[in-house]
């Protein structure tokens, strides 16, 4: 099965793409993820997207597409079991260019997946976001404290929070949600793929919709 994953910043991608991965055996191929090990390797690349996404704006189409192009034309593990795309496309432009893509390598898309989240709960949700340096799993000084402090459970790696999670950016980021990404919304809508999920919702309740969704598939 093959997925995109679109919804506001905070909404639970991140653990919405956890779920999948565990219950489906997706690959989670997630844009953010991919540039901030970009940055930590200080390539090219890295260097260029880091200036927009410290700035909480959007890093250009080209660059973006160019780098999921690549990823999957030459990621064999993707062939396979199918994935998930988290946080791409979030432009129609990207969206276009990925059916294009898709349609040459033969492998449409299955569904588009839409978390949605009122403004407060991003908020809260942002600002309490802590990841692990070393696994990417995600935690939250509240909600979900690691069992021991900047520690991760799964690996033991260092547990951060990430630059963009402030207040000024955490605004920005939802500016240029609204204006860019959530048009993405209606094109998955107009082809009939897309099925729409409550990220206010607790995890497990979120889960239980889930395999519900798919359950036959
Ligand atoms: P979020 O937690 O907001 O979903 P991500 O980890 O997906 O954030 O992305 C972090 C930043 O990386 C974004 O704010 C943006 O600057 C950049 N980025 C990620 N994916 C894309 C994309 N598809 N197009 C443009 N910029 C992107
Ligand atoms: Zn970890």
């Known amino acids: ?27 989670h191929i997630s844009t953010g993820d991919m540039f901030r090990e970009e940055i930590r390797n200080k390539t090219q ?16 189409d080209e660059i973006v597409i160019q780098m999921i192009e690549q990823q999957l034309t030459n990621n064999s593990a993707v062939g396979h079991g199918g994935y998930m795309l988290d946080g791409f496309p979030r432009t129609c432009k990207q969206a276009e260019d990925l ?4 349609e040459r390598i033969q492998q449409p898309l299955d569904y588009a997946l839409y978390m949605t989240a009122t403004l407060p709960i991003i ?13 990417g799993a995600l935690f939250h000084i ?13 690996c033991g790696g260092e547990i951060y929070k990430r630059a963009d999670d402030n207040e000024a950016t955490i605004h ?7 204006n860019n990404t959530q048009p993405v919304k209606d094109y998955y809508k107009n082809q009939g793929k897309l099925k729409e999920l409550d990220g206010d919702k607790e995890s497990d309740e ?5 395999m519900k969704m798919f359950r036959d598939k």
């Not at 997925?3 to 991140?14: I, Q, R």
């Not at 690349?45 to 250009?60: H, M, Q, S």
């Open 99 to 102: 059916d294009r893509i898709l």
């Open 142 to 154: 509240r909600n979900k404290p690691p069992l021991k402090e900047n520690v991760c459970d799964n």
């Open 172 to 178: 920005t980021r939802m500016n240029v949600y609204v």
């Open 206 to 210: 979120v889960q239980a919709i889930l």
């Open 45 to 60: 690349l890295g260097c260029g997207a880091k200036l927009y996404i410290d700035k909480g704006e959007l890093v250009p």
């Open 123 to 135: 908020v809260q949700r942002l600002g309490g976001r802590r990841v692990c340096r070393k696994c």
């Open 1 to 27: 099965m093959r997925l995109v994953l679109l919804g506001p910043p905070g909404a639970g991608k991140g653990t919405l793409a956890a779920l999948l991965k565990e219950s489906l055996k997706l690959v």
